[in-house]
């Protein structure tokens, strides 16, 4: 037991009122703890040294998911990926999340983090924010002045950096979900089959096909691990409206990709080496969905 | 601050003292004294930490013992019963899965979580659950082949 050790207080609030309270009075030191998988290993490897814990995980209000009229799914930030990756609530209204959620690390990491840990440690290589990027999801804030919402496409400022304030908690995640028949899909690239904790990236797909001719009437793409937020691939997305993703789509994507993303040289990987293969997982993401939302379109008529 | 709390480890009640930042794995192994669960990466990678909450797997070196009060803890100490190897501890040594013995707290208690769920588990359902565990001695051959012995029964 370290003197760093006795030194950390540590609370469990009971309701978000309590924790927010913990909060302000701390004047941002204090901070939140959920199932602890990305911070407790920060600070097993000394690069976070808390002086104020505050547990959040009995608070019930964070927990649940529920799926409401007019295509919400509402997740409560204390979601696990575990538990998003079994639900037949998910699975049924937006099974995006189902399959991205399997490719998380491993069933233990999947059993303790949270959505909403995972949003707020903003981990450039995590999976679930280019999956909620490529559904236009928004997240639910709130703060001493009460809750705000946020696009997640405004949400990641910067690496470890999000829109959520010292003295702000995460509370939900709500997503749009896509209507029956929409092609969706989530690859991962790494070196390993599981638990990668260096570079990995990851695409994540949606796409409607227009009434006639099988072209792409509405796409969103998200990417992981290709810079330091993830993104949205506008760009690429335009190109493909209209379009079925044959060769030269899915080049003239590519190059467009290249100008939204910026991965760096890493001991494993070069920079050039991930452009390239980014391209290479948008194009086979885009080609699985798009395969997928033909066979729905043939089993729909 | 310390906290005075109590931990069910493996049925029993356990009062430890503990400060906000200790792991449970060096709980269970320095306060307890119970080093069958092991302490290697320390970031969740590995799986030699293993302990089930609740009848899950997570890495007891990510989990603040604080974080584990009021949860059922089993370590690979309380996987025999009665005395008894667990059949998946029987089968192991049968068809000598075990090398130097690391991995071994944490692949068992991962396969036992995994095969009472889903006890007709093939090969390939056994090899997924099997992805976060880390063996450097076997080559993974034997444990695989010996999880799927004990789900085929």
Known sequence: MSATGTDCDYVRARTVEEALDHLQVSEGQAKIIAGGVALVSLMNQKLFVPTALVDITRIERLHGIRRE???????????????????????????????????????RIRNRGTLGGNLCHADPQEDPPAALLALGAIVRIVGPGGVRTVAISDFFVDSFQTAVQENELLEEIVVPTPQQGTGFAYIKFGPRRAMDYSSTIGVAVLLRLGAARGGVAEVGIGLSGVGPTPIRAEAPARILMGQKPDREVCERMSAALQEQIDPLDDFQFSADYKRHVAGVLMRRTVERAYARAVTAGQEAS | MTLEMMLNINGLEHRVTVAPTETLVDVLRDRLHMTGTHKDCCMGICGSCTVLLDGHPVSSCLLLAVQAQGAQITTIEGLEQDSALHPLQAAFLKHAAVQCGYCTPGFLLTAKAFLDEYPRANREEIVAALEGNLCRCTGYVKIIETILSVAER
Request: charged fraction near 25%; glycine fraction near 8%; proline fraction near 8%.
């Open chain 1, 69 to 107: 009229p007019n295509r919400v799914l509402r997740l409560g930030a204390l979601v696990t990926h575990g538990e998003i990756e079994r639900s037949p609530v998910v699975r049924q209204a937006c099974p995006l999340l189902t399959e991205m959620a399997k490719e998380i690390a491993c069933g």
